[in-house]
């Protein structure tokens, strides 16, 4: 007999036949849901197949190590199904070292003659003989599945084909991950312990859930009457939008219409009509997403119980080496982690992040969950973020996935990027293009009702930071945000000096705890009409609920000064309506990543259109904004993005994953001593654990800023101190801040000696 894993004595060994066959219908079971079954049972049947070998026993035995158990099955689907076994062959090479690539060169190096002399890895097979291995396979009554022609890769487009086979990927390792842990939770009588499945969507309750809900917001809102029926409008809406067809769409909607229940509302009705299995929503920054989270949790925890919702993103999984096996959690912590695995939750709150670099991902453990995505309502929030040389691809794998997986997406946002124009550079790889549905109709005149604010530019003169500090200070109460962190600490402490009463500060030198405590108090004051003066980054922008009676916004792209607008008399409780002044520093520097191209278009506009024409409640006008970004930034053209569209037709799995990057820096966590009673007990933690945990991530959370990893020799690195893994070994993403006095606990959040040295 063989075996596919070990076990505390032989007698419980896991026979491979069994191993084989569990994932083949588990696989099978997940890749249903998207007419890949059979395809998957069969990389299921093969992708252990080079254990059929006595030199893998002895690897079990401990008695040699360095083998290579997987690309005989890859070989074995490609000799038996040739193109139709493409697929399957690259699902099976990659489940333990990622996806490769599919070119013909690079399969018929899977050759196990050719693979023997020269292993890119430096390992053995475990057998060179295909027929033996494919005999010992039949000898366990194990017989290969017939394939239709639809699992030939060659018959989709390339944005199509490297979506089909990350999905396929995505439905074995999974598999293969949940029967591997299930064999090593067998309890003393052999009995294989599977986790349990998580909790249905029961879409038609939550839905009545959230109806009671808006209706009780409804009756207590303190916003002007106009807006509360601009939001039941917008509400409204989008309850009977949800009974269209699948497919792609956009919701556009102003500031302050209500788009976060709104679109829930569109989901949840569509997932009834069309019998959804979940609900996604993307949203990319992480005070959004919390703040979403939350307000999730409170409507369906009480009655579906702690599963419901699915919180995902860098701070509240494990990564750095925290995980299941790091130490000891409790069962709702390792619940969550299971759940974050595989996304094995009806309703998912995650970072933009975290769902479009895992569509273009090789990685195992970064694919597991994207089997879950067929047949579920995708929700982006903010989609105007989305550098635009990753806009082709990223809208191609978006709507294979409204093709083929009955997925339907919905980008939302009040600035609406026009991704549309760019629907011929999507087609050769993708034959749906992007041609979206609006929910929220032109009849329904939601921009032209809520005409807010009037909008004056004085950008004709550039302002210093002291002149603009001399006028902050007599105005009482006012946002005022900037493009730099720096600009908003230097802003900040003029104001100081000047003994400004009510002086704020945000920006993500301040850790979520402390941005939490400062926006709660600018609230009560605003509430109160007391002096409240808030000097911010773009970090307030999107989906932070604040109304102030003006807003002065430095030079920017025209979307975030769309956005800030959106903070100015947001509850439309001025009839004369909130001032919005859009003022040029003398230092006028930007953030990377296409922001400063961005700024640029803004100014072409204003010259072209003059401050008449610059309507920020225009859709046509951020229809012309965004295609003349378009073009000035060569979306479909650029450089990058040619370099990834051409990974993608070549099929190269790790240049695709190498290429597709949202936020180009790498980026540390650093617990800050804001709280110095939770930071002293959270050093304390860890030093009792000895490691890194999934609890001490979750405790750690609110704590937390994240930051560019600073040069090997800057001179931060002196106050990092990198939190022990265990074993001796450190982590490279997770630091403890060592300076207390850095750290401005009244203000400005991490300053001092290092406060210019990140603009994260």
Known sequence: MFFAHSGPTRERWEPLAEHLRDVAERAGSFADAFGAGEEARLAGLLHDLGKYSELFTERLEGKTSGLDHWSAGAWAALTHYRHSGIAAALAIQGHHIGLQRGDRESLAALNPARLSERHPLGLRLTELDPGTLRARLAEDGLDLPTLGSSADPEAALPGARQLDIRMLFSALVDADFLETEAHFLRGVDGVKHRRPEGPLLRPAEALGILEEHVARLERTSAAASDVGLLRSDLFRVCLEEGDRPRGLFTLTAPTGAGKTLAMLAFALRHAVRHDLRRIVVAIPFLSILEQTARVYRELFTPVFGDDYVLEHHSLAGTHSGAGRDSGPVDEAGRRAAWLRENWDSPLIVTTSVQILESLFSNRPSACRKLHRLAGSVILFDEVQTLPPWLAVPTLSALSRLAERYGASVVFATATQPAFDSLDEKVRPLAATGWQPAEIAGAELRLFERTHRTRVEWEIETPRSWESLADELADLGSALCIVNLKRHAQELAGLLVARGVPGLFHLSTNLCPAHRERVLATVRARLDASEPCLLISTQCIEAGVDVDFPQVLRAFGPLEAIAQAAGRCNRNGRMPEGGLVRVFLPEDERYPGGGYEQAAVVTRMLLNSRGPEGMDLQSQELFRLYYQTFYELTGAGDHRKSKELITAVKDLDFVRIAELYRLIDQDAVSVLVPYDLEAY???????????????????????????????????????????????????????????????????????SGATANLWIA
């Not at 990893?709 to 990198?722: G, N």
């Open 680 to 750: 002293d007990a959270l050093k304390a933690g860890l030093r009792e654990e000895g490691h890194l945990t999934a609890g001490w991530i979750r405790r750690a959370r609110p704590h937390t800023i994240n930051l560019y990893r600073p040069k090997k020799d800057d001179p931060v690195w002196a106050f990092l101190s990198p939190v022990p893994l265990g074993r001796g070994e450190i982590s490279e993403d997770w630091f403890i801040y060592l300076e207390p006095a850095h750290y401005d606990r009244d203000l400005l959040g991490l």
